[in-house]
């Protein structure tokens, strides 16, 4: 089936109200462009390093919305068009022309599923999503890991991920306590679990991540006596970094990226044992040296620097 797409010019200025107004109409799945730039708090949610270039804010945003096929469109958007007229005694609604378009009945949420089929990180891990089926050839002794990321990052398909798990395995041992920084579906720190971990504390600046997190590890058996998931943001939350353990941590995991692995290097040790080890990913290989200047300025020792495609993954003791 074939919908409407219809996508109007206005402005930055209006595209809260036009938003608010259109979702009073009951016309669901809006979708804004503009060249706004990115808050600090949006990066941070976002796996990406390098942001496309949008050119310099000139004020102007497109509000793009659909309508139900049943319904009758040229009313509805006549109804449109007079509501956001009414709009500009408030505020400059900008052109406020409406162009259309039409696109598939895609379910975009979870389309890309079908794409996303069990893959091994190793000779001895596998990650399996929870809708598909083992490999026939996978054998008894292979870790089987089951993941549904939901809308939290972490399929452990990317570079930096394995990277991390690499590490891992290599500098894991049996009973330690781990420390996962930005968990996203919480892959790392489940792995660590399954691999003999003591215990983990998992944290992400988004609730939907920790949500993610959970699931996962009920969906892979995790003994939650061992396994702590919060929300927050230890870099700038004092009191939560604090409440995650002090020097508490045998290993730390940081798969995030770089603006933001730098200034967690400031901090993290406050989490850390004596002679622990952070393992930081993330990090696209532009930005290696200023990650590398940051864990020395903070008095780090780097172990080991590992390479995968782009990406750079650092291995540092306190």
């Known amino acids: 089936m074939?919908?409407?797409?219809?996508?109007?010019?206005?402005?930055?200025?209006?595209?809260?109200?036009?938003?608010?107004?259109?979702?009073?109409?009951?016309?669901?799945?809006?979708?804004?462009?503009?060249?706004?730039?990115?808050?600090?708090?949006d990066k941070k949610k976002m796996f990406i390093d390098i942001l496309p270039d949008l050119g310099e804010d000139d004020g102007v945003a497109y509000v793009s919305f659909y309508i139900e096929?049943?319904?009758?469109?040229?009313?509805?958007?006549?109804?449109?068009?007079?509501?956001?007229?009414?709009?500009?005694?408030?505020?400059?609604?900008?052109?406020?022309?409406?162009?259309?378009?039409?696109?598939?009945?895609?379910?975009?949420?979870?389309?890309?599923?079908?794409?996303?089929?069990?893959?091994?990180?190793?000779d001895k891990i596998i990650i399996k999503p929870t809708w598909e089926k083992l490999p026939e050839d996978t054998t008894e002794d292979t870790l089987v890991v089951e993941l549904d990321p939901g809308t939290a990052f972490g399929t452990g398909m990317h570079h930096t991920t394995r990277l991390c798990i690499t590490q891992m395995k290599k500098y894991?041992?049996?009973?330690?306590?781990?420390?996962?920084?930005?968990?996203?579906?919480?892959?790392?720190?489940?792995?660590?679990?399954?691999?003999?971990?003591?215990?983990?504390?998992?944290?992400?600046?988004?609730?939907?991540?920790?949500?993610?997190?959970?699931?996962?590890a009920r969906v892979n058996h995790i003994n939650?006596?061992?396994?702590?998931?919060?929300?927050g943001d230890i870099i700038?939350?004092?009191?939560?970094?604090?409440?995650?353990?002090?020097?508490?941590?045998?290993?730390?995991?940081?798969?995030?990226?770089?603006?933001?692995?730098i200034p967690l290097s400031g901090?993290?040790?406050?989490n850390m044992k004596p002679g622990a080890l952070f393992v930081s990913s993330g990090i696209i290989n532009t930005k290696e040296d200023d990650v590398r200047e940051a864990l020395l300025a903070n008095g780090f020792e780097i172990l080991e620097v590992t390479h995968s495609g782009d990406w750079v993954a650092f291995t540092a003791r306190k």
């Not at 022309?97 to 190793?122: H, L, Q, R």
């Not at 939650?224 to 929300?231: E, H, T």
Request: glycine content about 6%.
């Open 236 to 261: 700038t939350d004092v009191d939560f970094r604090h409440a995650c353990g002090d020097e508490k941590y045998d290993l730390v995991l940081a798969n995030i990226l770089a603006d933001v692995i």
């Open 267 to 270: 901090v993290i040790k406050d």
């Open 69 to 122: 096929p049943e319904k009758d469109h040229a009313e509805t958007l006549q109804e449109v068009t007079e509501a956001v007229k009414e709009l500009a005694d408030f505020v400059d609604i900008g052109d406020a022309t409406i162009e259309k378009s039409e696109t598939a009945d895609v379910d975009w949420m979870n389309n890309w599923k079908k794409f996303w089929k069990p893959f091994k990180v190793d």
């Open 172 to 216: 894991l041992k049996e009973g330690q306590k781990l420390f996962d920084v930005g968990c996203g579906s919480g892959i790392l720190s489940i792995i660590g679990l399954m691999l003999g971990a003591g215990e983990a504390m998992a944290t992400d600046v988004d609730p939907n991540a920790v949500s993610a997190a959970i699931e996962n």
């Open 2 to 41: 074939k919908w409407n797409k219809y996508r109007m010019k206005t402005t930055t200025e209006a595209v809260d109200l036009i938003s608010y107004t259109l979702g009073e109409m009951g016309i669901e799945g809006i979708e804004i462009e503009d060249k706004i730039p990115l808050s600090d708090e």
């Open 224 to 231: 939650m006596n061992q396994y702590d998931v919060k929300a």
